[in-house]
């Protein structure tokens, strides 16, 4: 069998390279964190259409039973709505005097001078 060696390699600027790890894994922890709160409230968004669902569900229900309650009318049978014309009556005219023949005369003669 093949014996197993340890390669030792130099790393230049170890510092920045561990400082780019640690930010690079505070990072991922601030990602998995964000992730985690998103799952929370799409866990509660779930759960409130639900509960709508729920609520559209029970108004359904609550109109079909309102409508089984209605009188159950034919459409056939259905009655028709009756529609009332107004009848115009002419007024009867007065047989005229013959005062008011001279009061019409007048009126026309003031008319005519106010036209001046």
């Not at 601030?30 to 409130?48: A, I, P, R, S, Y």
Request: hydrophobic fraction near 35%; glycine fraction near 2%.
């Amino acid at each position: 069998m093949m014996e197993e060696k340890n390669i030792y390699v130099e790393i230049e600027a170890s510092n920045f390279l561990r400082r780019d790890i640690l930010e690079d894994a505070a990072e991922s922890l601030l990602l998995l964190k964000e992730l985690e709160e998103n799952t929370g409230l799409f866990e509660h968004e779930e759960l409130l259409y639900k509960k709508f669902k729920g609520k559209i569900n029970s108004i359904k229900s609550s109109i079909s039973k309102f409508e089984n309650v209605l009188p159950k009318i034919n459409k056939e049978e259905e009655p028709k709505p009756e529609i009332k014309k107004k009848i115009m009556v002419k007024k009867s005219e007065k047989p005229k005097t013959e005062i008011d023949l001279l009061k019409n005369e007048i009126d026309d003669i003031e008319r005519k001078l106010k036209d001046l």
